[in-house]
Antibody, heavy 122, light 107 residues
Framework: EVQLVESGGGVVQPGGSLRLSCAASGFSFSDYWMHWVRQAPGTGLFCVSR????????NYADSVKGRFTISRDNAKNTLYLQMNSLRVEDTAVYYCIRGNRVGVIPAGFDFWGQGSPVAVSS | DVQMTQSPSTLSASVGDRATITCRASQSIDSWVAWYQQKPGKAPKLLIYKASTLESGVPSRFSGSGSGTVFTLTISSLQPGDFATYYCQLYNFYPYTFGQGTKLEIK
């Protein structure tokens, strides 16, 4: 059974830092792109960052570029999101997601973690 | 960036009804569209990818269609568990874009 379990969320003051972790199991972690998506309270979904299977390719939304860093440890089957210089508008539930694929063709997001709440407030 | 406009924002329907949700892209995106269902307090669930391919385990009353700029999600006969919020997603270029969501509520 595929499982993605996030941890590391919490309450932080503006300008502070948090590191989210996502422990993956039930699949060959090193074969998949992984993603972080966030959802602010009562609003829609927003792609934050993604990383390719070996960690060499990373992409970010403009609003987090230079502040957030995605990484992965394939030996530990774990995905990370280091969030620095946090702003009030970063408040959201952060989801760790496996990128679905059919062969090498992307096919949406097929498995999601339960979400890790992050609240940025003074 | 390509924008996705999803409509309606709210849809009221009854069990057994047919429901249709539409997403319009600001430019042609081939068929790189996925659809998700989200229930309160839960993570979204993948229903459809590549515009019309049903994800494994998803009931056949869900279907997707479209290509280019207009895409639709249809639920042929609503069941009680289908009342939720639905999102389309464009996934051709990163950052992938989600529609604003459609809340499907019981009439």
């Amino acid at each position: 059974e595929v499982q993605l379990v996030e941890s590391g969320g919490g309450v932080v003051q503006p300008g502070g830092s948090l590191r989210l972790s996502c422990a993956a199991s039930g699949f060959s972690f090193s074969d998949y792109w992984m993603h972080w998506v966030r959802q602010a309270p009562g609003t829609g979904l927003f792609c934050v960052s993604r990383i390719n299977n070996d960690g060499r390719i990373t992409n970010y939304a403009d609003s987090v570029k230079g502040r957030f860093t995605i990484s992965r440890d394939n030996a530990k089957n774990t995905l990370y999101l280091q969030m620095n210089s946090l702003r009030v508008e970063d408040t959201a539930v952060y989801y760790c997601i496996r990128g679905n694929r059919v062969g090498v063709i992307p096919a949406g997001f097929d498995f999601w973690g339960q979400g890790s709440p992050v609240a940025v407030s003074s | 960036d390509v924008q996705m406009t999803q409509s309606p924002s709210t849809l009221s329907a009854s069990v057994g009804d047919r429901a249709t949700i539409t997403c319009r892209a600001s430019q042609s995106i081939d068929s790189w569209v996925a659809w998700y269902q989200q229930k309160p307090g839960k993570a979204p669930k993948l229903l459809i990818y590549k515009a019309s391919t049903l994800e494994s385990g998803v009931p056949s009353r869900f279907s997707g269609s479209g290509s280019g700029t207009v895409f639709t999600l249809t639920i042929s006969s609503l069941q009680p568990g289908d009342f939720a919020t639905y999102y389309c997603q464009l996934y051709n270029f990163y950052p992938y874009t989600f529609g604003q969501g459609t809340k499907l509520e019981i009439k």
